[in-house]
């Protein structure tokens, strides 16, 4: 049997999909729903599937005539007569309603938690310890610590003042609470929080000495540009040579210089299409430029040249530098929160459940393939995996043993997701992970992932899931003529993650008269402005709607931060 990889987009049906590979495995045999996991990432999808298969075995229970055409389907794919399906059908429902408890359908979390309880003992875990699902539980306490050290210990007072300075003037919270329960929120569901253990020995007055450093080294970049930039300038404005006369005028290179000798916003060190285009293009006159004024940029245009050319290195170190300096102060707190994390763990013998992906890792390392099958009792033939995009790499290691098991006897096995999904990172899911199946992420390197990769490779069948049901036909082919105009210009992990992208309408919805597209693009000189026009378009749409009987439940507004 193979391993079967649904690549979808949204409104593709993944869910009802998922809901008929599992009936189907179990209305061949209703006593195999044991031996099925299906996992998916929130309970709220968890029981959305769970109530689809009561649902549709409650329909095919009764006998009624089947008019949906998913469950017309699956009976033609079963290939039962009426009677059969419904005996089938009945004798499922009832196996699962009297062993509720048996009826596998979970979150990933719920499923580690199972295998914690099989993995105590090799993963080193207290007798009494008591397994976190909820951040909630957690975070206020770690907070609460940190606040008590503000005032008492300077570098940790120090590191949290411009931890909240850096995200105020990002604008992502004005609430220092919220910030920093954001922000830990976060890192408990990044992998590599785990490993920042390994800046244990770093002490916070070690990175207040980095800090100092780093602040040293971009301030004299900064420094650097600007004195290259107004040293231009004034080449320039001594040879007598006006802004206007340059390529786009003002807003060319003379522009560029302009603003990096002032330099006051990080962005000002980037050029725009004009400068570059300057000098790239050699395209240095503008279109009413006099003669004595090219002869005049003539003069100089090599040493603008090379002003231009050696500002774009310096920019270059100084956006890493300021980047660097701007994200230690983050590091630095990581390794405070983890130390605190790992103190509150000791302290209530509580562990939260994203430590166990990395002890689980670590515990089946070099085992061979059927240990941890084994130790699970041998209870799931069948893995059907919902949003695998939402999948962490440790996650995928720690499932990958159990499905090449499976498959090696034999067992169907199902992976849905959309790549797309991960690039938003909503769960610390991995855009390459998905969209490099059957070939393994990172990089297959040892003996193990090596044979690993080659086995998947040998039962990977993959399938599109190309129709939209839900959306609109105006939207969907919307979609499809964006994502086509702009597909030529994606470049790496983008570029496979949309490869698939052209949906087909739904029957239902081609008849349908609805749906509306409307993209505005807002230009502003200074991001204040932005902020402002950005704020007063929203508000100038909203009434727009309302003016024309919308309600505002039917009103949803989508922004990039909270």
């Given at each position: 049997?193979?391993?079967?990889?649904?690549k979808?987009?949204?409104?593709?049906?993944?869910?009802?999909t998922?809901?008929?590979?599992?009936?189907?495995?179990?209305?061949n045999?209703?006593?195999?729903?044991?031996?099925?996991?299906?996992?998916?990432?929130?309970?709220?999808?968890?029981?959305?599937?769970?109530?689809?298969?009561?649902?549709?075995?409650?329909?095919?229970?009764?006998?009624?005539?089947?008019?949906?055409d998913?469950?017309?389907?699956?009976?033609?794919?079963?290939?039962?007569?009426?009677?059969?399906?419904?005996?089938?059908?009945?004798?499922?429902l009832?196996?699962?309603?009297?062993?509720?408890?048996?009826?596998?359908?979970?979150?990933?979390d719920s499923?580690?938690?199972?295998?914690?309880?099989t993995?105590?003992t090799?993963?080193?875990l207290?007798?009494?310890?008591?397994?976190?699902?909820?951040?909630?539980e957690?975070?206020?306490?770690?907070?609460?610590?940190?606040?008590?050290?503000?005032?008492?210990?300077?570098?940790?007072?120090?590191?949290?003042?411009?931890?909240?300075?850096?995200?105020?003037?990002?604008?992502?919270?004005?609430?220092?609470?919220?910030?920093?329960?954001?922000?830990?929120?976060?890192?408990?569901?990044?992998?590599?929080?785990?490993?920042?253990?390994?800046?244990?020995?770093?002490s916070?007055?070690?990175?207040?000495?980095i800090?100092?450093?780093?602040?040293?080294?971009?301030?004299?970049?900064?420094?650097?540009?600007?004195?290259?930039?107004?040293?231009t300038?004034?080449l320039?404005?001594?040879?007598?040579?006006?802004?206007?006369?340059?390529?786009?005028?003002?807003?060319?290179?003379?522009?560029?210089?302009?603003?990096?000798?002032?330099?006051?916003?990080?962005?000002?060190i980037?050029?725009?299409?004009?400068?570059?285009?300057?000098?790239?293009?050699n395209?240095?006159?503008?279109?009413k430029?006099?003669?004595?004024?090219?002869?005049?940029?003539?003069?100089?245009k090599?040493?603008?040249?090379?002003?231009?050319?050696?500002?774009?290195?310096?920019?270059?170190?100084?956006?890493?530098?300021?980047?660097?300096?701007?994200?230690?102060y983050?590091?630095?707190?990581?390794?405070?929160?983890?130390?605190l994390?790992d103190?509150?763990?000791?302290?209530?013998?509580?562990?939260?459940?994203?430590e166990?992906?990395?002890k689980?890792?670590?515990?089946?390392?070099?085992?061979?393939?059927?240990?941890i099958?084994?130790?699970?009792?041998?209870?799931?033939?069948?893995?059907?995996?919902?949003?695998?995009?939402?999948?962490?790499?440790?996650?995928?290691?720690?499932?990958?043993?159990?499905?090449?098991?499976?498959?090696?006897?034999?067992?169907?096995?199902?992976?849905?997701?959309?790549?797309k999904?991960?690039?938003?990172?909503?769960r610390?899911?991995e855009?390459?992970?998905?969209?490099?199946?059957?070939?393994?992420y990172?990089?297959?390197?040892?003996?193990?992932?090596?044979?690993?990769?080659?086995?998947?490779?040998?039962?990977?069948?993959?399938?599109?899931?190309?129709?939209?049901?839900?959306s609109?036909?105006?939207?969907?082919?919307?979609?499809?003529?964006?994502?086509?105009?702009?597909?030529?210009?994606?470049?790496?992990?983008?570029?496979?993650?949309?490869?698939?992208?052209?949906?087909?309408?739904?029957?239902?919805?081609?008849?349908?008269?609805?749906?509306?597209?409307?993209i505005?693009?807002?230009?502003?000189?200074?991001?204040?402005?932005?902020?402002?026009l950005?704020?007063?378009?929203?508000?100038?749409?909203?009434?727009?709607?309302?003016?024309?009987?919308?309600?505002?439940?039917?009103?949803?507004v989508?922004?990039?931060?909270?």
């Amino acid at each position: 049997m193979p391993l079967v990889v649904y690549k979808s987009s949204a409104g593709s049906g993944k869910t009802t999909t998922l809901v008929r590979a599992y009936l189907k495995i179990t209305l061949n045999n209703p006593r195999l729903f044991r031996n099925v996991l299906a996992i998916t990432f929130t309970n709220k999808a968890a029981n959305e599937m769970k109530s689809r298969v009561l649902e549709w075995l409650s329909i095919l229970s009764e006998g009624e005539l089947l008019l949906e055409d998913e469950l017309k389907d699956l009976q033609n794919e079963l290939g039962f007569p009426d009677a059969v399906m419904q005996e089938r059908a009945k004798e499922l429902l009832s196996l699962i309603i009297h062993n509720y408890d048996e009826f596998a359908i979970s979150t990933i979390d719920s499923f580690v938690h199972r295998i914690i309880k099989t993995f105590a003992t090799d993963i080193k875990l207290p007798q009494n310890f008591e397994v976190v699902i909820e951040e909630d539980e957690i975070i206020p306490e770690i907070i609460q610590d940190l606040y008590e050290k503000v005032g008492v210990d300077k570098d940790i007072t120090s590191i949290l003042i411009n931890f909240v300075m850096a995200n105020f003037e990002d604008e992502k919270a004005h609430d220092p609470t919220n910030q920093l329960y954001s922000f830990i929120q976060k890192q408990i569901q990044e992998e590599g929080f785990f490993f920042i253990g390994k800046l244990r020995d770093v002490s916070l007055s070690d990175f207040q000495n980095i800090i100092q450093r780093l602040r040293y080294k971009y301030q004299a970049l900064k420094k650097e540009i600007s004195g290259l930039a107004c040293e231009t300038i004034d080449l320039i404005q001594k040879s007598g040579i006006e802004p206007g006369s340059f390529y786009q005028g003002k807003r060319g290179i003379y522009n560029y210089f302009a603003k990096n000798c002032a330099l006051k916003n990080d962005s000002d060190i980037i050029p725009n299409s004009y400068a570059v285009k300057t000098v790239e293009e050699n395209n240095w006159y503008g279109g009413k430029c006099p003669a004595d004024q090219k002869a005049s940029i003539d003069a100089i245009k090599d040493k603008l040249t090379e002003s231009f050319n050696a500002s774009i290195q310096l920019s270059k170190r100084y956006m890493m530098h300021s980047l660097v300096y701007r994200k230690v102060y983050d590091v630095a707190l990581i390794r405070e929160i983890r130390l605190l994390f790992d103190d509150y763990a000791d302290r209530n013998q509580k562990v939260h459940i994203s430590e166990f992906n990395k002890k689980i890792s670590e515990s089946i390392a070099g085992q061979p393939v059927p240990f941890i099958y084994e130790r699970l009792g041998r209870r799931y033939r069948y893995f059907l995996i919902d949003e695998f995009q939402d999948t962490s790499v440790l996650q995928w290691q720690n499932l990958m043993p159990l499905l090449e098991e499976s498959l090696a006897y034999g067992h169907f096995n199902m992976l849905v997701g959309d790549a797309k999904q991960a690039i938003y990172r909503f769960r610390n899911g991995e855009v390459e992970l998905f969209s490099s199946l059957p070939k393994l992420y990172p990089k297959a390197e040892t003996a193990r992932e090596i044979a690993a990769e080659k086995f998947l490779e040998s039962h990977y069948h993959e399938v599109i899931l190309g129709i939209n049901y839900r959306s609109a036909k105006v939207i969907v082919d919307f979609n499809n003529s964006f994502f086509h105009t702009i597909y030529e210009g994606l470049q790496g992990r983008n570029k496979k993650v949309y490869e698939n992208l052209h949906q087909l309408v739904n029957e239902e919805k081609k008849k349908e008269n609805a749906g509306y597209v409307k993209i505005e693009l807002i230009e502003a000189e200074k991001t204040e402005n932005y902020r402002e026009l950005r704020l007063e378009n929203i508000k100038n749409n909203i009434v727009e709607l309302k003016s024309k009987g919308y309600q505002d439940k039917d009103i949803c507004v989508l922004t990039n931060q909270n």
